[in-house]
Nanobody
Framework: QVQLVESGGGLVQAGGSLSLTCAAS????????MGWFRQAPGKEREFVAY????????YYHNSVKGRFTISRDNAKNTVYLQMNSLKPEDTAVYYC????????????????WGQGTQVTVSS
């Protein structure tokens, strides 16, 4: 079992920046990839980015490419999501998730989820 705790959400004006943190504990040796997803009110959960542990390969949704950066700190079992040039449409609850088997943009492949952190971007 892997436990995930997100932090770093908040309220920011459009064009601003926020950095989210996801700290993993438990059976971290089983982690194959970590991803960030988000869910806005009334919308389905959508993929944001992932990082593959074995080689730190990253992949982003087109809507955040060039604005968001996912990274990890091996020693701390922590993954970060640096969000720049934020837009009102980035407003959502952001979740980090762990996959033990595959790096994917599909949430069905993720085995463990954090509780989420709210990001609100005002116009």
């Amino acid at each position: 079992q892997v436990q995930l705790v997100e932090s770093g959400g908040g309220l920011v004006q459009a064009g601003g920046s926020l950095s989210l943190t996801c700290a993993a504990s438990g059976r971290t040796q089983d982690i194959y990839a970590m991803g960030w997803f988000r869910q806005a009110p009334g919308k389905e959960r959508e993929f944001v980015a992932y990082i593959r542990y074995i080689d730190s390969i990253t992949y982003y949704h087109n809507s955040v490419k060039g604005r968001f950066t996912i990274s990890r700190d091996n020693a701390k079992n922590t993954v970060y999501l640096q969000m720049n040039s934020l837009k009102p449409e980035d407003t959502a609850v952001y979740y980090c998730a762990v996959s033990n088997t595959i790096a994917s943009s599909q949430d069905v492949f993720y085995d463990h989820w954090g509780q989420g952190t709210q990001v609100t971007v005002s116009s």
